[in-house]
């Protein structure tokens, strides 16, 4: 099995937080600053998401403060762990109902093939592999925390090839 060079994965967590954080801002500033308060709590309570006055300027101000982190690399899982929850509950309210009542696969795989559902499921699958993959090599992180598992100086002990016994 070969192991994927790893200065290709941290640039593509790089490509992945960049693009991540600049929406999730967007998004923090159209909802603060642009619609303001009221428009976004109007905006949840049409989507029939809960608790508008609650959630809205919370999950706002998480998009806002959130996406810059992302973008600089710092308190990536922390963040990323928090919109991916945010993003599968925001799809479980608007969405759920419906997947339950499919009656056929058919019917369930044309609500999945909505292009606002395919979107939130992409968010999802961004989020959570941020989550676990963290924020890679070119990151505040990185500067801050202990060296991730993988770049321990045993592990490259541990992979090298055992050494063969000669025969007698």
Same mark, same amino acid.
């Not at 963290?134 to 992979?159: K, N, W």
């Given at each position: 099995?070969?192991?994927?060079?790893?200065?290709?994965?941290?640039?593509? %967590? /790089? =490509?992945?937080? /960049?693009?991540?954080?600049?929406?999730?801002?967007?998004?923090?500033?159209?909802?603060? *600053?642009?619609?303001?308060?009221?428009?976004? +709590?109007?905006?949840?309570? #049409?989507?029939?998401?809960?608790?508008? =006055?609650?959630?809205?300027?919370?999950? #706002?101000?998480?998009?806002?403060?959130?996406?810059?982190?992302?973008? /600089?690399?710092?308190?990536?899982?922390? +963040?990323?762990?928090?919109?991916?929850?945010?993003? *599968?509950?925001?799809? @479980?309210?608007?969405?759920?109902?419906?997947?339950?009542?499919?009656?056929?696969?058919?019917? %369930?795989?044309?609500?999945? *093939?909505?292009?606002?559902?395919? #979107?939130?499921?992409?968010?999802? &699958?961004?989020? =959570?592999? *941020?989550?676990?993959?963290?924020?890679?090599?070119? #990151? @505040?992180?990185?500067?801050?925390?202990?060296?991730?598992?993988?770049?321990?100086? /045993?592990? &490259?002990?541990?992979?090298?090839?055992?050494?063969?016994?000669?025969?007698?």
């Amino acid at each position: 099995m070969t192991r994927a060079r790893p200065h290709r994965t941290d640039t593509a %967590l /790089l =490509l992945l937080r /960049l693009l991540l954080g600049t929406l999730l801002t967007l998004r923090g500033y159209q909802h603060l *600053l642009v619609l303001g308060i009221e428009g976004t +709590v109007a905006e949840w309570r #049409s989507l029939g998401l809960p608790y508008p =006055l609650l959630f809205a300027p919370l999950l #706002s101000l998480l998009e806002l403060v959130g996406g810059p982190l992302l973008i /600089l690399g710092m308190a990536t899982r922390p +963040v990323a762990v928090m919109a991916t929850l945010a993003v *599968l509950s925001v799809l @479980v309210f608007t969405q759920g109902e419906a997947w339950l009542g499919a009656t056929s696969a058919a019917e %369930l795989i044309t609500q999945v *093939l909505n292009p606002t559902v395919q #979107s939130w499921l992409l968010l999802v &699958a961004a989020t =959570l592999t *941020l989550a676990i993959a963290g924020a890679g090599h070119f #990151s @505040v992180d990185t500067q801050r925390l202990p060296p991730r598992r993988e770049d321990h100086p /045993l592990d &490259a002990v541990a992979e090298t090839k055992p050494v063969k016994k000669r025969r007698k």
